[in-house]
């Protein structure tokens, strides 16, 4: 029987680092930040929506998506991003779902499905757990300007758009802190394991 893990938090808070730990520890992971990509590559029926929704201003020269250039678009605006989810939710559900059916036919012990937006979609419902990481307002800033190149107010907007921390964290059935380092997360990510025996 295939355990499944809800992996959320907000954007940059460390969640990628936290699902390498388990994978690290044997765990199974699907990213849906991975899956969101791949399901608006060229030639797919997500960029060609996309297009027809946000225009050709959206596509670099190469053809594929601006990432920045729409994402500018969406943060600042949350009709765009309502329109934006409509076209890439159910594509990236289909996708997370076969993925997700072929790790428990293979019969995966511990799945860690890694979505930000896993109580705003739903996802929820498919885990047998979820879990939050936290990572303190001020870095989580300071660590997505970093990261993505943005200015304090596009990566403020970022933040804004998505659940807050306090609600998702009420949400989770266990909550995870990256204010200590990668050492920390270890320990907190073994602990969990053994608590449940999947380790």
Known sequence: MTYILGLTGGIASGKSTVAKIFADNGAKVIDADQVARQVVQVG????KKIQQTFGGQILAADGQIDRKRLGQIVFS?????????????????????RQLANLQHQQAKLVILMIPLLFEA?????????????????????????????SLVEAQARINAQMSAEKRNQLA?????????????????????QERNLR
Not at 137 to 142: A, E, I, T, Y
Not at 173 to 193: F, P
């Open 122 to 150: 739903g996802y929820q419902k498919w885990c047998n757990e979820t879990m939050s990481v936290t990572l303190a307002p001020k870095k989580q800033l300071q660590r997505l300007q970093q990261r993505d190149q943005l």
């Open 77 to 97: 605006d949350p009709l765009a991003l309502k329109k934006l989810t409509a076209i890439t939710g159910p594509l990236i559900r289909e996708e997370l779902h």
């Open 44 to 47: 797919t029926v997500g960029i």
């Open 173 to 193: 059935n266990y909550v995870i802190s990256n204010d200590d380092g990668v050492g920390a997360l270890e320990k907190q990510v073994i602990k969990w394991l």
